[in-house]
């Protein structure tokens, strides 16, 4: 499979605890993303990488948020002392430079908070 | 006002029916715009892009009006599979920073 992978596909925690999730982009794709999806709603920018550097980050996303992309491949988005609020499913998406800007997204990981 | 609006439907059509939906955006400085279908639990995934000239790819046109500031999308003779929800796309400003709507549902009726 060459699309997009993210693991976990589901994580449960209790309230308070720290989790980490994982993207693995299509191999050249140099952009990824993170987005962050609730019911009923479109997926909500996070935080976006051109290769290990991280260029943009939404105003929305609190200090309890971090993500990386030592490497300028793989991508962890770790979230501290994790809230109820965080329960939704997080989403990457990669893309490459020159290709419209067309992304491709992975089957997403749902959080749910306890 | 949201930056990305969209009607949230449902919309419910028989199969073989033409249907449109139309999305607002707020920012003037947006230079990309794609249309993304998102099944039931699934991830989006693009459906097209729209560009200022409008482009068709079989049953589905897309229009930009930066006048306005919307864009559509029309789908014509609508089969079940159809069904999902849509997704209209803006970046914000000349970045990567994308916004999504949050999406429009259609069923598509046998």
């Known amino acids: 499979d060459t699309g997009v992978s993210q693991d976990p596909r589901h994580k449960i925690t209790k309230r308070g605890q720290n989790v980490t999730f994982r993207c693995d982009p299509i191999s050249e794709h140099n952009r990824l993303y993170w987005y962050r999806q609730t019911l009923g709603q479109g997926p909500e920018f996070l935080t976006y990488?051109?290769?290990?550097?991280?260029?943009?980050k939404s105003r929305l996303l609190s200090d309890r948020f971090s993500a990386e992309r030592p490497k300028g491949s793989f991508s962890t988005l770790e979230i501290q002392r994790t809230e109820q609020g965080d329960s939704a499913m997080y989403l990457c998406?990669?893309?490459?430079?020159?290709?419209?800007?067309?992304?491709?997204f992975g089957p997403g990981t749902r959080l749910t908070v306890l | 006002r949201k930056e990305v609006e969209q009607d949230p439907g449902p919309f419910n059509v028989p199969e073989g029916a033409t249907v449109a939906f139309n999305c607002t955006y707020s920012n003037s400085a947006s230079q990309s715009f794609f249309w993304y279908r998102q099944d039931c639990r699934k991830e989006p995934k693009l459906l097209m892009s729209v560009y200022s000239s409008g482009n068709e790819d079989g049953r589905f046109t897309a229009q930009l009006n930066r006048a306005s500031q919307y864009i559509s999308l029309l789908i014509r003779d609508s089969k079940l599979s159809d069904s999902a929800t849509y997704l209209c796309?803006?970046?914000?400003?000349?970045?990567?920073?994308?916004?999504f709507g949050p999406g429009t549902r259609l069923s598509v009726l046998p």
């Open positions: 998406a990669t893309s490459f430079v020159g290709a419209q800007d067309t992304q491709y």
């Open positions: 990488f051109q290769n290990e550097a991280q260029l943009e």
């Open positions: 796309v803006v970046n914000r400003d000349y970045g990567q920073n994308f916004v």
